[in-house]
């Protein structure tokens, strides 16, 4: 398993001092995260966020996608299955900006789980294993960084029920925040 360690400074003195977190994924999940974060950074502003709240959301934006994007420069040849963990330096705004991207291909990947169900029931282990990884991350992100709650003008609904979830083997209750999948 390759592993790195990359840094990034706070600007904003609320935050403390950083913290290590090690995150581990295979290298087409740092892709897709990647490309996850530069969705988000160019997601409209929501009106009802105050501004100042708004910039720093931005900064701990550009410092997550700074360090996934160093991370996944040297990712280049590998297989996309290989796993490979780095070393982010995260305070409480990162760690929630990286919960919030977490949360996002979380939703994405049970979306894609329930559309392969009913085509390709084959197919779906390895997407239902992602689910869960990306939950993992997430309580991970949670317990060391004490972020618990995406950011909620970030995310959408899920367009499924509770019951859809339970059909998948994934019941809400069994996921970090379940019942905000549905609702936020």
């Known amino acids: 398993m390759l592993s790195r360690r990359l840094h990034s400074q706070s600007v904003s003195p609320q935050n403390a001092q950083p913290k290590r977190f090690v995150l581990s994924l295979t290298v087409s999940q740092w ?23 708004q910039l720093e ?4 934006g550009e410092q997550v996608q700074i360090q996934i994007s ?3 420069e040297q990712t280049r040849n590998l297989a996309d299955d290989q796993q490979v963990a780095f070393t982010l330096s995260l305070v409480r705004t990162t760690a929630k900006y990286l919960l919030t991207a977490c949360d996002r291909m979380r939703r994405a990947t049970l979306q ?5 169900r009913s085509r390709a029931p084959a197919d779906l282990p390895p997407i239902l ?3 869960r990884s990306w939950d993992v991350t997430m309580r991970e992100l949670s317990t060391q960084h004490g972020v618990i709650h995406p950011l909620g003008e970030m995310v959408r609904p899920l367009h499924l029920s509770d019951t859809e979830l339970v059909a998948l083997g994934v019941p809400c209750e ?8 549905l609702s936020l």
């Open 70 to 72: 160093s991370a996944l």
């Open 31 to 53: 892709q897709r995260l990647a490309t996850e974060l530069l969705a988000m950074e160019h997601a409209p502003h929501n009106p009802t966020v105050p501004v100042e709240k």
């Open 112 to 116: 894609q789980a329930w559309s392969t």
């Open 174 to 181: 069994s996921l970090l925040n379940g019942e905000d999948l």
């Open 129 to 131: 294993g992602e689910v």
């Open 57 to 60: 959301r931005d900064r701990a």
